[in-house]
């Protein structure tokens, strides 16, 4: 409010809270939610039916197959199979909406921090002083 040329209260706007403005902030991410949707199932379907067959025969190889060469570990089989299997775990851990609250946390934070260095910075040193020391004892 303005009283004789001086600030009263702080402008707000009415009715928005930090949930509200999140949404409006987040909501075009919504646009790729069906794509990363079904980017994710095709993923596990057909990355999934690769690492399935491919574990299969290197059981049925390595395991099952009688006695192994004797330098079994340098074998390319061993390099391949957990390349793979590397591929389907970050096919699985796909996500359908591309935030999530850590994240979302991080660019808060990293948002506020200039904030608040500007905002400490205009605080009379006697006052960010005392403040500190109250922190500490």
């Known amino acids: 409010m303005l009283v004789l040329g001086v600030v009263t209260e702080s402008p707000t706007l009415p009715g928005w809270h930090a949930g ?3 949404s ?9 939610m069906r794509p990363l949707l079904a980017a994710w199932l095709r993923g596990i379907d057909e990355y999934g039916g690769l690492a399935h067959g ?3 025969d290197f059981e049925r190889q390595w395991l099952r197959g009688g006695k192994p060469p004797a330098p079994a570990l340098e074998q390319a089989d061993f390099s391949a199979l957990t390349d793979l299997y590397q591929a389907v775990e970050h096919v699985y851990a796909m996500r359908a909406l591309p935030v999530d609250a850590k994240s979302s946390f991080l660019v808060g934070v990293t948002t506020a921090h200039p904030l608040a260095v500007v905002a400490l910075s205009s605080l ?3 006052v960010l002083g005392r403040f500190i ?3 500490m004892f």
């Open 20 to 22: 509200g403005i999140g």
């Open 24 to 32: 409006i902030l987040g909501a075009p991410l919504l646009a790729f």
């Open 54 to 56: 491919v574990g299969q």
């Open 124 to 126: 009379p040193l006697d």
């Open 133 to 135: 020391i109250d922190l």
